[in-house]
């Protein structure tokens, strides 16, 4: 599917969803809330087939985190980057380990990155920090460590 | 040999009573025993890390002394020196006698060996019986260190051993036994003799050859050598049943091992080409002469290292098998056509169809 | 029959491989004068020639008159990514009375260094390279801390 | 992240308790002779055979993500070599086409073809090291010096022409740090020479050898499915069927005009994956073949600034790296540093899927599938 036949599908199946211009694919801007249900059309809708979920990325805006999910369909070729706004007090977003496995992996390591909390996720554990790590997470910008971090 | 041996005796009986003499004597075997046992173990390892080196295009040790023989002693002098560490939470005793209980098995099985024509410690007449029983005493030892040591790597390691030298014992004892109907004795000085006119491995057609390789795949296997070193197998269990031993305790495993190959090379160089029997072909014959002048221990060592050398071939090209390849390997395909050799051995002995 | 014969071509196969593979461990065990690839190396050390590219260390280039063509300019210090550059300036004064920003010292870290090249991509004046020594080992960590320029060298004229 | 048997609570699982009556865990790594690295794995075992295997991270996570934050475009380059160390020159590779997307630039033609030159080397060196790391494994202690004979020789241009041997910092945005030195074409052509006569040792004593075949045929099996499913790519994912060589799909630099193949083999087992390896080594060769001989003239290099400067966005380039697909996703604000940097590695993906292949197998089995998904920890640990 191009580009524009992306998007319409996708105001379809989300009416909600927002557009960015620029950047090499379709970028869809989603409300959290409606992730979970958009992610399960976007697995099994039989002209979409996004079926590879290959990079899944927490940004920490200073206001704001945001999620990022890159999918592709290695049926279709197509490609869309589905970002998602979270509050940065209280990040929460509904996991989608169970539709790809990958992200069980991948949102274990923003969970502890960036501290997003990823609901109904089948094993949410600190898997890079060592056990019982206490304090915030050393992705955020505003973490300092003033041991171990130089400052050039 | 055989007149410097008998010298020495007549002489010792002679010239003290009989019970002073037999333990002179005792202490001379023991003082050779304990002798050959730390020579054996560093020429074999100098050995290994040669060969080794030869296969992989690789040096191996060179900076010890000319052409690095003297690396192993200062390897050995190294594991003397360092500290005997018994770690904490491990059974103690277990732990401590494993080693020895190894070695002393190793060391027990050269006493019927037959080194050259007539130096032999122990001409007992069910020699071949006596190796194969003690032998496999060895795994107590390889039990006792992996269970005392409470580590579970080494209890796996141990497990897999016990599960291995069990089952190969089964068609090594049956390749043996295809020479033994062919000779019709345990005595490992008879069976010696029985070649005067050639080796079995000659004389004995197809079921010695298959007993002859089955033999080599089993005592590779017994004595837990790549790619049967699956109690050891260091990817998957670092060093397996010894990861917790160090220092001269981890070399009396070490040593135990190469004393260990060196009985079953002897015991196949002995059974199956000759023991120190230089290379005969009928009797009488001018070739027979001209090999009768080489020394009768020069042949015994020679096939013997000829056989390790194949055993160390093994160790520098496989990869190694899955513990439930090996026991199918043993199972299926080793001990169902050992024992058809058996029985193919044993009519041709039957039929006296062998030269 | 089907499954003697099939089992026993499994033997026989098996053995096959394994054979290849000793064949091919004997033959270098045969040849092995001629295929070995180690080196002796601390024996080898006097023909041991590495390539001119080699990244060992950074030195300052001094020609005869013990004189560089550093400007002081911190280019390096700069386009290093891990601070293992320490450029100290001074002022010095032209014949003409000016005052002229010169080298001072050039410290160098090569305990942080990563052998990355940038430095020497960045300096305009060339006064930079990369050596090829590569025996860096010392027992004492601070002497990895380098000064680079010579005592009493100064800069090369017409170097701007 | 060693656990000491003190600090244990009884009421998790932890390493040294098991959960249930016949299982034990055990922990293989960090220090451990086949993880290849500081890999941490808990394992649960029911006698040989592995129940679960739980990775543990983080021994030598050096957040390269956050280091990068504070690097310019220029320099962060350099430390994406310590990633995945055994294709330095494709991270960089990665990093410098994000750099080059963001900044539009016109990489030279020249410049080009070192670059692909110089990934499939690294792509030659890096399986030829897996293939001996992987028989180490398994066992076989000799190939690994056979591997080595071969890699060396690869160094050894590398050496020549980038300075260093396995983290070379050779790519710059724009180009490539200098250019090839005047033997290299002479050393490779004496290398593919060399390696074409030598590559039949590989499969004489490995790949028929009817006790690795044993040991990695049927082992370790993922569908196509979940390796989709899993985020799996490079050679294995391609042992399960799925086609997903980047060079292929999203053709970067020069390789939309050569001719080599992508391989696939749809077993899905631990032999499958070898066989990828094994075949990928041959179309290396064959593009190395086809660009060494035309190295067009002209710059190794674009000209460009100083201090390089990103518009505000977001750029994503994604490569192929010995081990799979390495995605650079680069979120600049305007400045001379990146605002954020994700590197999706291929490592990480693949891990994730060792649990599934490594259920109901044995320890034997567990160190042969690690084997072949050939993973090097610092590309997961990143």
């Given at each position: 599917m191009t580009r524009e036949e992306l998007k319409i599908k996708i105001t379809d199946l989300l009416p909600s969803a927002t557009f960015e211009e620029g950047g090499e694919w379709l970028n869809v801007q989603i409300d959290p809330a409606s992730w979970l249900p958009f992610a399960e059309q976007l697995k099994k809708s039989p002209d979409l087939l996004?079926?590879?979920?290959f990079c899944v990325t927490c940004i920490d805006w200073k206001t704001h985190l945001t999620m990022v999910y890159h999918l592709s369909s290695t049926t279709f070729r197509h490609t869309i980057v589905v970002k998602a706004k979270l509050d940065r007090n209280t990040p929460e977003i509904e996991t989608v380990a169970h539709l790809w496995r990958t992200a069980e992996f991948n949102e274990r390591e923003a969970y502890e990155m960036f501290g997003v909390n990823f609901l109904h996720h089948p094993d949410l554990r600190?898997?890079?920090?060592?056990?019982g790590w206490e304090g915030?997470?050393?992705?955020?910008?505003d973490f300092e460590d003033p041991v171990n971090m130089i400052k050039l | 040999m055989q007149n410097i041996t008998d010298n020495i005796h007549d002489w010792l009986y002679a010239t003290f009573n009989p019970t002073i003499a037999m333990l002179i004597e005792f202490a001379i075997i023991g003082a050779l025993a304990i002798g050959l046992f730390a020579m054996l173990g560093l020429v074999l390892i100098y050995m290994e890390r040669k060969v080794s080196a030869v296969m992989q295009l690789r040096l191996g040790p060179?900076?010890?002394g000319p052409k690095g023989i003297f690396q192993t002693t200062a390897d050995t002098l190294k594991l003397i020196v360092k500290e005997g560490m018994t770690p904490n939470g491990v059974d103690k005793l277990l732990f401590n006698l494993a080693p020895f209980i190894v070695m002393i098995v190793a060391m027990v099985v050269?006493?019927?060996?037959?080194?050259?024509?007539?130096?032999?410690?122990w001409d007992i007449n069910i020699g071949v019986f006596f190796i194969t029983a003690v032998s496999s005493l060895s795994v107590i030892g390889i039990l006792m260190a992996g269970w005392a040591s409470n580590n579970k790597y080494s209890l796996l390691g141990a497990m897999r051993s016990g599960a291995q030298i069990v089952s190969y014992e089964l068609s090594a004892g049956l390749s043996i036994l295809a020479v033994i109907v062919l000779t019709g004795s345990l005595k490992l000085s008879e069976i010696i003799t029985s070649q005067?006119?050639?080796?079995w491995i000659f004389k004995g057609h197809l079921p010695v050859w298959i007993a002859f390789i089955i033999f080599i795949i089993a005592v590779t296997a017994e004595t837990n050598r790549?790619?049967?070193d699956l109690a050891e197998a260091e990817s998957e269990l670092?060093?397996?049943?010894?990861?917790e031993y160090s220092g001269m305790k981890f070399a009396l495993f070490f040593l135990a091992e190469y004393v260990n190959i060196f009985v079953v090379c002897a015991l196949g160089a002995t059974l199956?080409?000759?023991?120190?029997?230089?290379?005969?072909?009928?009797?009488?014959?001018k070739f027979n002469e001209v090999m009768d002048y080489i020394p009768s221990s020069v042949w015994f060592f020679g096939k013997t290292f000829f056989l390790i050398f194949v055993i160390m071939w093994f160790r520098w090209t496989f990869p190694r098998l899955r513990i439930d390849q090996l026991l199918n390997l043993e199972w299926k395909y080793l001990l169902p056509i050992s024992m058809i050799n058996l029985l193919l051995a044993t009519f041709i002995a039957i039929m006296k169809w062998h030269f | 029959m089907g499954f003697i014969k099939n089992y026993l071509g499994e033997v026989l196969g098996a053995v096959k491989s394994l054979a290849t593979g000793m064949k091919l461990t004997g033959k270098y065990a045969l040849k092995h004068r001629k295929e070995k690839i180690t080196q002796l190396y601390p024996d080898n050390r006097d023909t041991l020639l590495l390539p001119e590219?080699?990244?060992?260390e950074v030195v300052l280039i001094h020609d005869e008159n013990n004189e560089?063509?550093?400007?002081?300019?911190t280019a390096c210090e700069i386009a290093c990514p891990n601070g293992s550059i320490k450029i100290i300036t001074k002022f010095d004064l032209t014949p003409d009375g000016k005052k002229k920003k010169a080298l001072d010292t050039f410290v160098y870290h090569l305990d942080m260094?990563?052998?990355?090249n940038l430095c020497i991509e960045a300096c305009p004046t060339d006064a930079i390279k990369m050596d090829q020594?590569?025996?860096?080992?010392?027992?004492?960590?601070?002497?990895?801390?380098?000064?680079?320029n010579k005592p009493g060298s100064k800069i090369r004229d017409g170097v701007e | 992240m060693y656990r000491e048997t003190s600090i244990v609570n009884e009421s998790t699982p932890t390493?040294?308790?098991?959960?249930?009556?016949s299982d034990m865990i055990i922990n293989v790594g960090?220090?451990?002779?086949?993880?290849?690295?500081v890999l941490h794995l808990i394992i649960t075992l029911n006698g040989e055979t592995v129940k679960k295997v739980e990775p543990h991270l983080g021994?030598?996570?050096?957040s390269i993500e956050k280091m990068c934050e504070s690097l310019t475009y220029r320099q962060f380059?350099?430390?994406?070599?310590?990633?995945d160390y055994l294709s330095a020159h494709i991270n960089n590779h990665g990093c410098a086409l994000c750099v080059e997307k963001g900044m539009q630039l016109e990489v030279p033609p020249r410049a080009q073809v070192i670059r692909v030159l110089m990934d499939e080397l690294t792509r030659l060196a890096s399986h030829q090291l897996w293939w001996g790391a992987l028989a180490m494994d398994v066992g076989a202690l000799t190939p690994f010096f056979l591997a080595f004979r071969e890699r060396e020789m690869i160094n050894d241009i590398m050496e020549e022409t980038c300075?260093?041997?396995?983290?070379?910092?050779?790519?710059?945005?724009?180009?490539?740090?200098s250019d090839i030195h005047p033997d290299f074409q002479k050393k490779v052509h004496a290398f593919i020479d060399h390696f074409k006569k030598k590559i039949h040792e590989y499969d004489e004593l490995i790949t028929d050898n009817i006790i690795f075949q044993n040991r990695t045929k049927g082992v370790g099996y993922i569908s196509k499915e979940d390796a989709i499913s899993y985020g799996m790519s490079g050679p294995s994912a391609r042992g399960s069927?799925?086609?997903?060589d980047i060079r292929k799909?999203?053709?970067?630099?020069?390789y939309d005009k050569l001719q080599f193949d992508e391989i696939i083999e749809a077993g899905g087992d631990s032999f499958s994956r070898y066989m990828v390896r094994i075949k990928e080594m041959k179309q290396s060769m064959s593009v190395i073949e086809q660009l060494i001989d035309n190295i067009?003239?002209?710059?190794?290099q674009a000209k460009t600034k100083a201090v390089l400067k990103l518009p505000k966005g977001e750029f994503y380039s994604r490569v192929e790296t010995a081990r799979g697909e390495l995605g650079v996703y680069l979120i600049s604000e305007?400045?001379?540093?990146?605002?954020r940097i994700k590197f999706r590695s291929p490592g990480y993906c693949n891990l994730s899927a060792l649990d599934h292949m490594a259920r109901g197998q044995k320890i034997g089995d567990l160190v042969a599938i690690m084997g072949t998904l050939d993973l090097v920890i610092p590309d997961i640990d990143r």
């Open positions: 996004f079926d590879y979920l600190l898997l890079i920090l060592p056990e915030k997470n050393p992705m955020r910008k | 060179n900076r010890v050269l006493a019927p060996l037959m080194f050259a024509k007539g130096f032999q410690i005067e006119n050639g080796w790549a790619p049967f670092t060093a397996g049943f010894h990861t199956f080409l000759g023991g120190w029997m230089p290379l005969h072909f009928g009797t009488g014959t | 590219r080699f990244r060992g560089h063509a550093c400007t002081g300019c260094c990563t052998m990355c020594a590569f025996e860096h080992s010392v027992t004492n960590r601070n002497d990895l801390i380098k000064i680079l | 390493p040294f308790s098991g959960n249930g009556e960090p220090q451990h002779p086949s993880t290849h690295g021994y030598i996570h050096r380059i350099y430390v994406t070599s310590r990633m300075g260093t041997r396995l983290t070379m910092n050779y790519m710059v945005p724009g180009g490539v740090m069927g799925v086609q997903c799909l999203y053709p970067y630099e020069v067009p003239e002209g710059d190794f305007g400045g001379t540093t990146p605002y």
